[in-house]
């Protein structure tokens, strides 16, 4: 049986194995590299800087989904609506008009954005 006691000595000790991720290893100024930094980031609980460099590939219309997905994810947890939408459409526009349209993944993932917006926009409507 698990004691109370124990129980916040286990929590502390979680706390205790995080430790600030060492960005001076990732070229910022390279977008793959700012999402593996956003990755680390997100890994050691510090979402918020993960959001800024993943806010940064959106500006440079990065041409993945992983800083687009990332984004979404956290607003949705977030409850911040408007900022997933917009994030969302970013990411329809990049890969409507800067992905190639012969890049086998574009198709799949455009849509995958698409339906995810469709279903923000009901969540919105339903609070409405």
Do not use: T, W
Request: net charge positive; hydrophobic share 35%.
């Amino acid at each position: 049986m698990l004691n109370i006691f124990n129980f916040f000595k286990r929590k502390e000790r979680k706390k205790v194995k995080k430790q600030a991720v060492n960005l001076s290893k990732f070229n910022l100024s390279d977008p793959v590299d700012r999402n593996q930094a956003g990755i680390q980031l997100e890994k050691n609980g510090s979402v918020n800087e993960a959001i800024k460099l993943y806010e940064a590939n959106l500006e440079e219309n990065f041409e993945g989904n992983h800083p687009y997905d990332r984004l979404a994810i956290i607003y949705r947890r977030k409850k911040l609506y408007d900022d997933e939408k917009r994030v969302l459409k970013k990411a329809i526009k990049v890969f409507e008009e800067h992905v190639p349209k012969n890049r086998a993944d574009r198709k799949p993932k455009l849509e995958k954005f698409q339906n995810r917006l469709e279903k923000l926009n009901q969540i919105i409507e339903k609070q409405q």
